[in-house]
């Protein structure tokens, strides 16, 4: 029988029952196991973050003593990151690169100090911490243009993905713009993409900027925009891209208007075309038709249009548009996933043993 020492700070620091410590990650001891601490003096102990704990001679990563650390001049960083008047130490290793007085963390990879900014992770397969430094880059004004993207810093002055650096020198009017499975950003009042496999038929309307972690990286000219959600995008107000199994695909020029289903991330509808991307790169995007008054999507599959009734951008063979349905979960045995007044379907397929 445990308990947490300070439940407010730490779920995975307990005492026993018969007053000794351990170390359980978020108290599961019987699942993840359990770590003793004799050495912990019972009286002066304290956690100090979820993994981190101090007594008045030693300081604790997960259970583990960490050598030469000062629980005097102890403070916490990050959930991994504490200093003391002597080092930096990141899930319990030293790091003398750092100074110690000024040491900051971003999380979850960037550590900084009063000179330098850092780019960090473990390797796989290794025990120890790697920092990169990132050249040049201005700890005084480094900071996460987007807070959920930490793998993506700037000083104001340069982007830094990771441990590399692009190679632009931002604008003063730099603005990010989106940060997920495509980076686009404003900078010198062109918009900046860098997306993986994205090929341009073109040159003349895209300059080249860079290639890094093998995805291009184009300068476009016009008013900096980006449009649309999903795989589904539209740059500049002319270009329709589409991400496909990862990589993305210029579909169009000259496009003035998407429109995309939060529903369905393989339909969109661009300038009254309605469009249909394959799961799969093999297979390429196609036009399935006008985009018709009778649009209406049913499933994220499904999907009726110019009186059909569409699966996965084909039409399905025999299909009544005006009883066609989705059935609820659970409502057949079967294998089915529509149905109309006469027939029932699988992946846009109709299923002919029709039991009643």
Same mark, same amino acid.
């Given at each position: 029988? $445990?308990s947490p020492v300070?439940?407010?700070i730490?779920?995975?620091?307990?005492?026993?029952w018969t007053?000794g410590?351990?170390?359980c990650?978020a108290?599961l001891?019987?699942e993840?196991?359990?770590?003793?601490m004799?050495?912990?003096?019972?009286?002066?102990?304290?956690?100090?973050?979820?993994?981190?704990?101090?007594?008045?001679?030693?300081?604790?990563?997960e259970g583990?003593?960490?050598?030469g $650390?000062?629980?005097?001049?102890?403070?916490v960083?990050g959930?991994?990151?504490? $200093?003391d008047q002597?080092?930096?130490?990141?899930k319990?290793?030293?790091v003398?690169?750092?100074?110690?007085?000024t040491?900051r963390?971003l999380?979850?990879?960037?550590?900084?100090?009063?000179?330098?900014?850092?780019?960090g992770e473990?390797e796989?397969g290794r025990?120890?911490y790697?920092?990169?430094?990132?050249?040049?880059a201005?700890p005084?004004?480094?900071?996460?243009?987007?807070p959920?993207?930490?793998?993506?810093?700037?000083?104001g002055?340069r982007l830094f993905?990771g441990?590399q650096?692009?190679?632009? $020198?931002l604008?003063?009017?730099?603005r990010l713009l989106e940060s997920k499975s495509?980076?686009?950003f404003?900078?010198d009042?062109?918009?900046?993409?860098?997306a993986?496999?994205?090929q341009?038929?073109d040159a003349?309307?895209?300059r080249?900027?860079?290639?890094a972690?093998?995805?291009?990286w184009l300068?476009l000219?016009g008013?900096?925009?980006?449009?649309g959600?999903?795989p *589904?995008?539209l740059?500049?107000?002319?270009?329709? /891209?589409?991400q496909?199994d990862?990589r *993305?695909?210029?579909l169009a020029?000259?496009?003035?208007r998407?429109?995309?289903?939060d529903e369905? /991330? *393989?339909?969109a509808?661009?300038?009254?075309?309605? *469009?249909?991307?394959?799961?799969?790169?093999?297979k390429?995007?196609?036009e399935?038709g006008?985009a018709?008054?009778?649009?209406?999507?049913l499933?994220?599959?499904y999907?009726i249009?110019?009186?059909q009734?569409i699966?996965?951008?084909?039409?399905v063979a025999g299909?009544d548009?005006?009883?066609?349905?989705?059935?609820?979960?659970?409502?057949?045995?079967?294998?089915?996933?529509?149905m109309d007044?006469q027939?029932?379907y699988d992946r846009g397929?109709?299923?002919?043993?029709?039991?009643p």
């Amino acid at each position: 029988m $445990a308990s947490p020492v300070d439940p407010t700070i730490s779920q995975s620091y307990l005492k026993s029952w018969t007053g000794g410590l351990h170390y359980c990650s978020a108290g599961l001891c019987s699942e993840l196991g359990r770590r003793d601490m004799p050495q912990a003096d019972r009286a002066s102990f304290r956690p100090v973050s979820e993994r981190y704990a101090a007594d008045r001679q030693r300081v604790y990563y997960e259970g583990r003593e960490i050598a030469g $650390a000062d629980p005097a001049t102890l403070r916490v960083l990050g959930p991994d990151h504490v $200093a003391d008047q002597n080092a930096l130490y990141i899930k319990g290793f030293r790091v003398r690169e750092v100074d110690a007085a000024t040491a900051r963390h971003l999380p979850r990879h960037y550590v900084l100090d009063r000179q330098k900014v850092w780019y960090g992770e473990f390797e796989s397969g290794r025990s120890d911490y790697f920092l990169s430094e990132l050249q040049g880059a201005d700890p005084a004004r480094f900071h996460l243009p987007d807070p959920d993207q930490d793998t993506l810093g700037t000083d104001g002055q340069r982007l830094f993905l990771g441990k590399q650096t692009l190679p632009l $020198a931002l604008g003063k009017d730099f603005r990010l713009l989106e940060s997920k499975s495509l980076l686009a950003f404003v900078s010198d009042a062109r918009l900046h993409v860098l997306a993986y496999g994205l090929q341009w038929p073109d040159a003349s309307a895209v300059r080249e900027a860079g290639t890094a972690q093998r995805s291009t990286w184009l300068s476009l000219p016009g008013l900096p925009s980006v449009q649309g959600n999903g795989p *589904w995008r539209l740059i500049n107000g002319r270009w329709l /891209i589409v991400q496909q199994d990862r990589r *993305w695909r210029l579909l169009a020029d000259r496009v003035q208007r998407l429109t995309t289903f939060d529903e369905s /991330i *393989w339909y969109a509808v661009a300038d009254g075309t309605l *469009w249909y991307v394959p799961p799969r790169h093999e297979k390429p995007p196609f036009e399935v038709g006008p985009a018709s008054a009778d649009l209406r999507l049913l499933s994220p599959y499904y999907l009726i249009n110019n009186g059909q009734v569409i699966h996965h951008g084909k039409p399905v063979a025999g299909a009544d548009p005006s009883s066609f349905r989705i059935p609820p979960k659970g409502e057949f045995k079967l294998n089915i996933d529509a149905m109309d007044k006469q027939w029932l379907y699988d992946r846009g397929e109709r299923v002919d043993t029709n039991p009643p």
